[in-house]
């Protein structure tokens, strides 16, 4: 699988059951997880379908976890109030749409 990803020039962008599928693989290494993920351009979108505590750190530090309520809530249960889920919350991307979706409910 290393030697796939290493090979690739673009990013990948499989459906969001093909990503939970391939970071839940228990056949498929840590290293090649990661590498996965940095190849990777989908955002998962339910984070609590991750199993793994790592996976789920790599992918909210990589800005790969759709920007969800229920993604912030999951991703503090498992490690707190951590660098990574406070850029995360605050990347101005992400805070924009929040804005944006406050203000279409109003």
């Given at each position: 699988i290393s030697?796939?990803?290493n090979m690739m020039e673009g990013k990948i962008s499989?459906?969001?059951?093909?990503?939970v599928s391939v970071?839940?693989?228990?056949?498929i290494s840590e290293d090649n997880k990661f590498l996965y993920i940095s190849k990777l351009s989908t955002k998962?979108?339910?984070l609590s379908k991750v199993k793994s505590e790592k996976i789920k750190s790599e992918l909210v530090k990589s800005m790969?976890?759709?920007y969800k309520l229920g993604?912030?809530?999951?991703?503090y249960d498992?490690?707190?109030?951590s660098d990574d889920l406070i850029n995360f919350i605050n990347s101005e991307k992400y805070l924009n749409l929040?804005?944006?979706?406050?203000l279409l409910t109003q």
């Open positions: 030697v796939y990803f499989d459906s969001n059951d093909v990503v970071l839940n693989n228990n056949d998962v979108s339910s790969l976890v759709e993604n912030i809530l999951d991703f498992v490690e707190g109030l929040m804005i944006y979706q406050i």
